[in-house]
């Protein structure tokens, strides 16, 4: 009985795998050759305005982030300047971006957690970025990604639903789905993984149309709503704007 049920365990757990391991580094590979240094989309100027930038985009696009921290930054770019500006004018700046009171509160408090528990530096381990307000674990991936360059990934909508509809790490929290893909993407591609997926989703793989005629993984990709097998063209893209085929 316990070498049936022990062979049950492997088979179920065999089964949530869709794709092997050379098929992953495929998919990896293409992602990779089409966008070699793929960067985000937030503007900043060092570590500090990095995190501010992350905190601010939740609900809200880069573009509107961008916007509301161009002149922000200009006049604080340190945790001790943005407390000499104070909470309300942090708030008057960013009033054009969604959850602006309670984020200007958030972004306030921060600066003021900085300074007195880390000498106004930004922590590089990820319980210390967690430990700040306003700060999760996505916020936290992102920092130690971009800022500090660990192979982190941060589930943002998009990841989630290519996890899921892929396939490629199926998982009903961005918690699960982060644990399955850092399992399974080959560690050669994990740093720039994170923004690679996000761009796939945003631009090829989207929530409510799927782009699968300018998919170049679509011969790979097993999501039961896929349209077309016939992957297009692998060209490097530059920047981080969607792909154009003529």
């Known amino acids: 009985m316990a ?3 022990s062979k049950l365990l492997k088979m179920q757990k065999s089964s949530e795998i869709l794709y092997s391991e050379d098929e992953i580094e495929e998919i990896f590979r293409r992602f990779s050759v089409q966008r070699p240094v793929p960067k985000s989309d937030l503007i900043y100027t060092n570590v500090f305005t990095l995190l501010v930038a992350v905190i601010l985009s939740a609900q809200a696009t880069d573009t509107s982030v961008n916007k509301a921290t161009k002149e922000l930054f200009r006049l604080a770019d340190q945790p001790e300047k943005m407390v000499a500006l104070g909470e309300e004018e942090i708030a008057r700046h960013i009033r054009t971006i969604g959850l602006w009171r ?3 509160r958030n972004v306030y408090a921060l600066c003021n957690f ?3 528990q880390y000498g106004g530096k930004v922590p590089e381990k990820r319980e210390d970025l967690m ?8 916020t936290a991936n992102v920092v130690l990604n971009v800022a500090f360059g ?4 941060a589930v943002d909508t998009h990841i989630l639903r290519l996890g899921n509809r892929l396939g490629l790490a199926p998982g009903k929290t961005p918690e699960i789905v982060e644990e399955k893909l850092l399992k399974i993407i080959p560690i050669h591609y994990l740093h720039h993984a994170h923004h690679w997926l996000i761009l796939h989703g945003r631009y090829i793989c989207q929530a409510r149309k799927v ?3 300018q998919c170049i993984i679509a011969d790979l990709c097993k999501a039961a709503i896929k349209t077309n097998a016939i992957p297009a063209p ?3 893209v530059q920047g981080n704007g969607a792909p154009i085929f003529f």
């Open 3 to 5: 070498q049936r049920t």
């Open 102 to 104: 309670a984020k200007a």
């Open 114 to 116: 900085l300074i007195d």
């Open 131 to 138: 430990s700040l307000p306003g700060v999760g674990r996505k």
């Open 150 to 153: 660990h192979p982190t990934l």
């Open 211 to 213: 782009q699968c005629t």
């Open 234 to 236: 692998l060209v490097e």
